[in-house]
């Protein structure tokens, strides 16, 4: 991996791991010091790293440095669906927002690994790769991220 | 089968112990709708079998774990299936024929649709032209600490062989002990050899270039080395007259060792010195040097000189003098090399 293949990395996915990191923690600086690790740590293994790799090996890197913030942290608090108010698409025209609003309440490895679906489009078996999670359960945690969050949006009696 | 007072308890045990066939049972039970007595004494045994009784325990349902977490129906996750784009032909058909006929599953359809996440691509990472490298002195870090200790062990060992060759030298009483310069005058008297006719005028000859010096020369100072030009040799300063010289008026002598004529000196000096708008006297004698009587003019012999050789070799070897109160410095430069002797004032 030379120079120019690596600033072409920082250009392909310094933005798309930021927002990656950022959306699972709602700490700006220890997102950016995650994303600065990561590369870094892609830096120094760029000799025997292929640059088809780093985006992989970049997001793995990550996960593994969020996981390990979240725990250090206690602040980051999971939250629980049942204390919750219960929302309908029509309070709000911005979905996005109540959307994201749920996946703050998902819990840490649920939200990672819908983040990772939805976000960079990675198949079970390359979050499998990326979290260390079985495939099964990475298909787990995203079904039941889902339900969840279909849960949040509005129950269907509601909606009807 | 006969069934009489003797045996009509056992044909009843038997009865409730199931073990009679179906046409025993009908005669058994034939005969004792026919006999009072026989009657009275099945209804008794029929009371001796205790029949089980339903007790519901009522905190059943509080003992149950709440599994309502992740308990999804067959449409639910027909309808994750295809939010996550891995739904088969089957739930695909299954999904369009619930879609048009139902409308509450249509609704959770819709809901589940809104559950995929889009990026927020207003967020970007702010720092980073930080992460960029702009060195590849950082990517082969590994490799350039390895060059870079090469190329200090050859430096010191460079550096200890110059200066152990000069470390016998105290404060200098010779000028000019350089052995590229000496190289490069040979060069230039080969090429003297070769062409007669004119050294210095002709243009054919100051365009030539002379054989890299590098293949010749040996880098360094020796120590009591002569500057050898034309057999003409640097005196000791302490041997040198300096009256009557300035800085425009410079006496050369020549040296006993010369094969060249008078003619040739004087083209080679006019080259020197007259272009650089000095005066020269240039006197034969048999202990003559190659030199100045004047102190100070050394450096000039030696500014001027290398300045020609520079140029007419393209050696790139420059001369520099450096004066303090008590010392002058006399510097001859390659690069990044530099080689200096200190002559006392």
Redesign the interface.
Known sequence: M??DD??NI??LY??????FI??NIKNKEKA?DI??ES?EQL?KN??KLDVSKAKSYLFTTAYHKLIDTVKKDKRIIIGDIENEKTVT?NESPD??NI??KA?DKLPTIQKAV??L???EGYSYKEIEQITGLSESQVK?Y??????F??EY??K?DI?? | MKINNSNIEKYIIEYFECNLSPEEEKILLDTINQNISYKELFNIYKSTYIQPETVIFPYKNNLKKNTSDFIINEWEDICIKYVENVINNNEKVILLNELQEDEVKRKIFEIYKLTKLKPDYRIEFPKKSLLKKTSSKIYYKKIFWYYSLAAAVIGIFFVLNVFIKNSISTTSSYLGKLAILKNEIKLFKQTAHSDKKTIINSKSHQTQKSPKIKELNTNYFHNNDTLTFYNYYAESIENINTENETEQNITVYKGTDTTYNEKEIRELLNKIFTENQYLYNLTFDTTSYFVPKKLNLWALIFKKGTNFITNYTDSKIKFTQHNSEKYNRFELALGNISFSRITSK
């Open positions: 030379t120079i690596f600033n920082v250009d310094a933005d798309s791991l930021y927002r950022l959306k950016e994303v600065q590369f830096w760029a000799h698409p979905l996005q959307l994201h996946i819908l983040l679906r939805d976000y787990v995203i079904f039941r991220a889902r339900h969050l279909k949006l509005g269907i909606l009807i």
